[in-house]
């Protein structure tokens, strides 16, 4: 993220304003002082830095071992919250929490989340 501020031309004061994000609060995320952004956080500094949100993170490396763990990389490289991709996928946030803690959803469901990770995954 730091990178793409400097080139274009940003300091952290002005892309705070941009972001609505405070300075402190950027700082820390381009020091990784704190590993656990939200990725509304990151959303907004994508729009603010008119960038993708995947060239913010390290998306890219990711672990893609299991479908929770491919559902998850689709999920923050759309940039999406959970709840938004479950309405995306015509589907509860519960039934999306359910799939990532007990592992299991019925045939339909998982035909939901393989369209949305095929959709959305492929960035």
């Not at 993220?1 to 892309?15: D, E, P, V």
């Given at each position: 993220?730091?990178?793409?501020?400097?080139?274009?031309?940003?300091?952290?004061?002005?892309?705070a304003v941009l972001s609505d994000i405070t300075s402190e609060g950027l700082s820390n995320i381009e020091r990784r002082s704190s590993n656990n952004i939200k990725i509304t956080v990151l959303a907004k500094i994508s729009v603010a830095l008119k960038e993708p949100i995947e060239s913010l993170g390290c998306f890219e490396i990711l672990p893609e071992s299991t479908l929770q763990e491919k559902l998850l990389k689709a999920i923050l490289l759309h940039g999406h919250t959970k709840a938004q991709a479950a309405k995306t996928m015509k589907i509860s946030p519960k039934t999306v929490y359910n799939f990532f803690t007990k592992e299991r959803c019925n045939k339909e469901t998982l035909k939901k989340i393989c369209l949305y990770i095929n959709k959305f995954g492929n960035k």
């Open positions: 993220m730091r990178a793409c501020r400097i080139k274009k031309g940003l300091s952290i004061k002005q892309l």
